[in-house]
């Protein structure tokens, strides 16, 4: 499963609206490498600093942000209880695993702004083994 081309393919001919997903899965991903890896050295931080300027000044998400705003505001408090959840040994760390991929209905929701019902219901099950199998270990999807 490539993850990059299939986004391309569904929205590509909208450059706003793919580097704004492409920079919103780069600012998750920078994200979780502070949370998880403890990933605090200056340069890490600031690039991702950085890299929210990128995300939240994309005219895409400008034009879009009554809509996107409220799923990334909902994605992070998901992504918080996953961090709380996933050293649990009950029903909670099952739920942890889910709840870590919840930025991926930003991308789905991008994809259906621009692409239509459809696009969104095919990225979103590209994006769900994508991260499974990236967050398991098995293969990289993003290339």
Not at 71 to 83: E, F, G, P, Q, T
Not at 110 to 116: K, N, Q, T
Request: aromatic share 10%.
């Amino acid at each position: 499963m490539h993850l990059i081309p299939e986004l391309k393919r569904l929205i590509g001919h909208d450059q706003f609206a793919y580097n704004f997903c492409m920079s919103y899965m780069l600012f998750c991903h920078a994200v979780d490498d502070i949370v998880d890896d403890k990933k605090v050295e200056p340069e890490h931080v600031l690039k991702t600093w950085d890299l929210a300027t990128v995300v939240f000044s994309n005219p895409f998400y400008i034009k879009y942000s009554n809509v996107l705003s409220p799923l990334i505001r909902a994605s992070c408090n998901m992504y918080a209880d996953s961090v709380k959840y996933e050293k649990e040994t009950d029903w909670r760390k099952t739920c942890a695993d889910t709840l870590r991929h919840s930025g991926n209905m930003v991308v789905a929701a991008a994809v259906e702004l621009v692409a239509g019902y459809e696009a969104k219901r095919e990225i979103s099950d590209i994006l769900n083994i994508c991260s499974y199998e990236a967050h398991k270990g098995d293969i990289i999807c993003q290339s």
